[in-house]
């Protein structure tokens, strides 16, 4: 039997999880993930429901070589680090990344209100992601899982 609907803000948001090694990891306090789409048992595309915490950053900037990502603001108002520019979104704002354009994004929460928003991304296999601001690269594995690993090639 399938469960009946429910409210997003139910689905638990792991405490402090993040895939970053340290120093990069305590750069997302203050960033909840409600994975929605795996609670639900989703596994071509993820669906989070994220949280930031004033001052809270989304990720460190980043760009995919494969894995495609949308973004919908529900409450708040934080900053779209787009490569050089930046944009203030609101509620009812949204962005695509495309994958493989080698543009850098990341949202950061330069107010003093809560932000919310629906991250939508696909799961494409051999996905690498850059991080140009950071000794940070991130390799999916053929099971999903990532390596993470300084740009030069040796693990953390």
Sequence with gaps: ??????????????????????PFASLVQGRQKRK?????????????????SPGAISALAHSHSKQEEFILIL?????????????????GDCYGFKA???IAHQLINRTQENVTYLEIGDRTEGDEVKFPNDD?????????EWALTHKDGHPY
Excluded: C, D, W
Excluded at 136 to 144: D, E, M, S
């Design 36 to 52: 929605l789409g795996e609670y639900f048992g989703l596994t071509n595309f993820a669906v989070n429901l994220t949280h930031l």
């Design 100 to 102: 493989g354009t080698g």
């Design 136 to 144: 940070l690269k991130a390799t999916q594995l053929p099971n999903g």
């Design 1 to 22: 039997m399938k469960q009946p609907p429910i409210s997003a803000r139910s689905i638990p948001a792991p405490a402090g999880k993040t895939i970053y090694p340290e």
């Design 75 to 91: 409450e708040g108002s934080p900053t779209l680090v787009l490569g050089e520019k930046e944009f203030v979104l609101h509620p």
